[in-house]
């Protein structure tokens, strides 16, 4: 199980809504929570990272709790993310590439390549697209759902 300090800033139902702290303040910042004035926080908005993940300890608003998941999932997970669009990408790329190899009275020789990037990048949306549908079947699996493990003290 990997686990990580968290504190809790709602709650609904039998889940909570957490936000990570970090133990050791960020590099570029310096803050623990969210982000303060890296390049990244003000590319991407400041946003804090706020998830929710089953409340088995009864832990309420301001507690500091410890999360965990569990690691063949995050491994799994972490597989499919990667692996699905390099994969599909590499796929989309060789078989357009294939086709329109054998096609030399159609395709002049130098949009061949041209058409193996739009496979791939057709690939790769095509990979994104399953993988958004898988990552929704997969939230309703326990496995990969985030659980509160204690009270950090």
Not at 46 to 63: E, S, T
Not at 142 to 151: E, G, K, M
């Amino acid at each position: 199980m990997i686990e990580e300090n968290a504190i809790v800033i709602g709650i609904e139902k039998d889940e909570a809504m957490l936000e990570i702290i970090r133990r050791t303040p960020c590099g570029l910042c310096g803050q623990t929570r969210g982000c303060g004035i890296s390049l990244w926080g003000r590319l991407f908005g400041h946003r804090k990272n706020i998830f929710k993940a089953v409340n088995q300890i009864n832990a309420k608003v301001g507690d500091s709790v410890i999360v965990g998941v569990e690691e063949q999932a995050l491994l799994f997970s972490s597989l499919m993310v990667y692996g699905i669009p390099l994969v599909s990408m590499l796929a989309g790329a060789l078989l357009v590439s294939g086709i329109f190899a054998g096609d030399s009275n159609h395709v002049s020789p130098g949009y061949t390549d041209l058409y193996a990037v739009m496979g791939a990048i057709a690939g790769l949306i095509i990979g994104l697209l399953w993988l958004k549908g898988h990552a929704t079947g997969r939230a309703l699996d326990a496995r990969y759902q985030p659980v509160i493990l204690r009270a950090d003290n």
